[in-house]
């Protein structure tokens, strides 16, 4: 199995969770040091460096959820073809949990554009 192969299985069920959980976590770590470093005060452009970092962040997650829902939705057809329901029925629950954690990745980065960030 390659590295760039779907997540089959019971891995494949919670891989966008996984990343889900990993955008929640490097989201609070970098927002925590930025502040106590003071990234809030640094221009980087337009914006500060401190915002600049998180939107990264939220950015790459939601680009690894895009494309393993991508990868999934591709192979819910090959799943279709074997003639037991299993495959097919894993796939479509891969794909819809998936989906779930990019909406929820998407919910809980939206304050990193949204909201002052060293209140």
Same mark, same amino acid.
């Given at each position: 199995? #390659?590295?760039?192969?779907r997540p089959q299985g019971l891995i494949g069920l919670v891989a966008g969770f996984l990343? +889900? #959980? #990993? &955008?929640? %976590?490097?989201?609070? *770590?970098? /927002? @925590?040091?930025?502040?106590? +470093? *003071?990234?809030? &005060?640094?221009?980087? *452009?337009?914006? #500060? &460096?401190?915002? %600049? ?6 950015? =790459? /997650?939601?680009?690894? %959820? @895009? +494309?393993?829902? =991508? ?12 003639p037991e329901p299993t495959p097919a029925l894993l796939a479509r629950a891969t794909l819809?949990?998936? %989906? ?8 809980? *980065?939206?304050?990193?554009? &949204? ?5």
């Amino acid at each position: 199995m #390659s590295l760039f192969a779907r997540p089959q299985g019971l891995i494949g069920l919670v891989a966008g969770f996984l990343v +889900w #959980s #990993s &955008a929640f %976590l490097v989201l609070y *770590g970098v /927002h @925590a040091l930025g502040c106590a +470093w *003071g990234w809030e &005060a640094r221009a980087l *452009g337009p914006t #500060s &460096a401190l915002r %600049l970092a998180l939107v990264v962040v939220w950015a =790459l /997650h939601v680009v690894v %959820l @895009a +494309w393993l829902a =991508l990868a999934t939705r591709r192979a819910l057809p090959a799943a279709r073809r074997v003639p037991e329901p299993t495959p097919a029925l894993l796939a479509r629950a891969t794909l819809v949990l998936t %989906l779930a954690a990019l909406v929820a990745t998407l919910w809980t *980065g939206l304050p990193v554009v &949204a909201y002052p960030l060293c209140a």
